[in-house]
C-alpha cells in the first residue's frame, strides 16, 4: 500500500463547477498535512496547510479525518486557472524533520 | 526575490559526466530538502540538510550521489557519472524546520543525460 495515495483523475469539470478530491494516508503517526498545487513542469507550489478542525481558503475547503485517516480538498466555482494537478502532502511525523511523502496527484481540468 | 533559489533551470549531460545542481533557500530558512520527480510520478524525498549537517539520506540512491549544505553557500547535489535513469526534475525545499510548517519549493533544475 503506498503512504499516500489518491485518484489520479484526470477530473474535467466545467467552469463554476465544485469539485472534491480524496487523499488517503497509512501512517496514522502522521502529524501534518498539506495540499500543493502543480501546474505542468513546474514547481509545487503550497495551497494550503489541513487543520484537524478543517479549515477554508477563499473557494477551497480542507478537512481531515484523522480516524479514517484521510484528507480531502473542495474546491467551489471552479476557475479554467484551477486547472492543474493537486498533491496530497502528510509529513509523517511530529518534529521539525519533514521527510514530506507525496502522493502522485490529482489533475483537474477546468472547461469553459 | 526571497525565495528557493534554484540553477541552473536546464542542464544536459552526457553519460558518464557529472550533474551540480545548487539551491539557495528562502531568505530566514536554514533547513533544505532534495526531492526528485521522474516523469509522471510523484515527488521522492531524498535527503534533507541543516547547515554543515546531512540529517537524512535515506531516500539517496546509495552510489554515485551526494549533497552538502556549508556554512557559505548554497545547498549541492551532485551526481556523478550520470546514467540515463538519472534525468529527472529535481526540486529543492525549504523551510524554518518548525514540524508544521509548509515547505516552500524552487523552480527546480531539469537534468536530461544524452
Known amino acids: 500500500r503506498k503512504e499516500v495515495e489518491q485518484d489520479p483523475g484526470p477530473f474535467n469539470v466545467p467552469e463554476g463547477a465544485t469539485v472534491a478530491f480524496n487523499c488517503t494516508y497509512s501512517?496514522?503517526?502522521?502529524?501534518?498535512f498539506f495540499w500543493y498545487r502543480q501546474d505542468c513542469r513546474k514547481e509545487p507550489k503550497l495551497l494550503m496547510s489541513v487543520y484537524s478542525s478543517g479549515n477554508e481558503d477563499g473557494r477551497f475547503t480542507a478537512q481531515l479525518n484523522r480516524a479514517s485517516q484521510y484528507i480531502s480538498l473542495l474546491i467551489r466555482d471552479s476557475k479554467l486557472s484551477d486547472s492543474a494537478t493537486y498533491l496530497c502532502v502528510v509529513n509523517p511525523t511530529n518534529t521539525g524533520f519533514q521527510k514530506l511523502v507525496f502522493g502522485t496527484g490529482t489533475r483537474l481540468l477546468v472547461s469553459p | 526575490n526571497a525565495g528557493v533559489m534554484q540553477n541552473p533551470r536546464h542542464l544536459v549531460r552526457r553519460r558518464g559526466q557529472e550533474a551540480r545542481l545548487r539551491c539557495s533557500p528562502m531568505?530566514?530558512?536554514?533547513?533544505v530538502y532534495w526531492y526528485r520527480q521522474l516523469p509522471e510520478e510523484g515527488l521522492k524525498f531524498m535527503v534533507y540538510?541543516?547547515?554543515?549537517?546531512?540529517?537524512?539520506e535515506s531516500g539517496m540512491p546509495k552510489e554515485r550521489f551526494s549533497a552538502e549544505f556549508p556554512k557559505e553557500g548554497p545547498s549541492i547535489l551532485r551526481i556523478q557519472q550520470v546514467v540515463r535513469g538519472d534525468s529527472a526534475a529535481y526540486f529543492c525545499?525549504?523551510?524554518?524546520?518548525?514540524?508544521?510548517?509548509?515547505?516552500?519549493f524552487g523552480d527546480g533544475t531539469r537534468l536530461s543525460i544524452l
Open positions: 525545499a525549504s523551510s524554518g524546520g518548525q514540524a508544521n510548517q509548509p515547505q516552500h
Open positions: 501512517n496514522s503517526a502522521s502529524q501534518s
Open positions: 540538510l541543516q547547515k554543515e549537517n546531512i540529517i537524512d
Open positions: 531568505k530566514g530558512h536554514s533547513h
